[in-house]
């Protein structure tokens, strides 16, 4: 079955990190976080772009670092200094294929 798995969601104080997982099964590959807090629209967090190089939410930029393992198929989100304001369900998403994963719970108390 063709799915992306992520993990690494939690609750995790002001100013502490968290690294999300996305594990990604053959024949496809994820490239993007994208965070939905309630109320409201999902929104681009963090993504590889098809020619390799990455983009940010202005919001996460010098916090936040996407990276893969290729080996792996794996997709991972490193969140340093985290903000009350980073709330949210994460989704991985593979844009060749528009599959999105099932989301992981991120909390950050103040």
């Known amino acids: 079955q063709v799915q992306l798995v992520e993990s690494g969601g939690g609750l995790v104080q002001a100013g502490g990190s968290l690294r999300l997982s996305c594990a990604a099964s053959?024949?496809?590959?994820?490239d993007g976080w994208y965070r939905q807090a309630p109320g409201n629209k999902r929104e681009l967090v963090a993504a590889?772009?098809?020619?390799?190089?990455?983009n940010y939410a202005d919001s996460v930029k010098g916090r936040f670092t996407i990276s893969r393992d290729n080996a792996k198929n794996t997709l991972y989100l490193q969140m340093n200094s985290l903000k009350p304001e980073d709330t949210a369900v994460y989704y991985c998403?593979?844009?060749?294929?528009?599959?999105w994963g099932q989301g992981t719970q991120v909390t950050v108390s103040s």
């Open positions: 053959r024949a496809i590959f994820s």
């Open positions: 590889f772009t098809t020619g390799g190089s990455k």
């Open positions: 998403h593979a844009s060749p294929w528009d599959i």
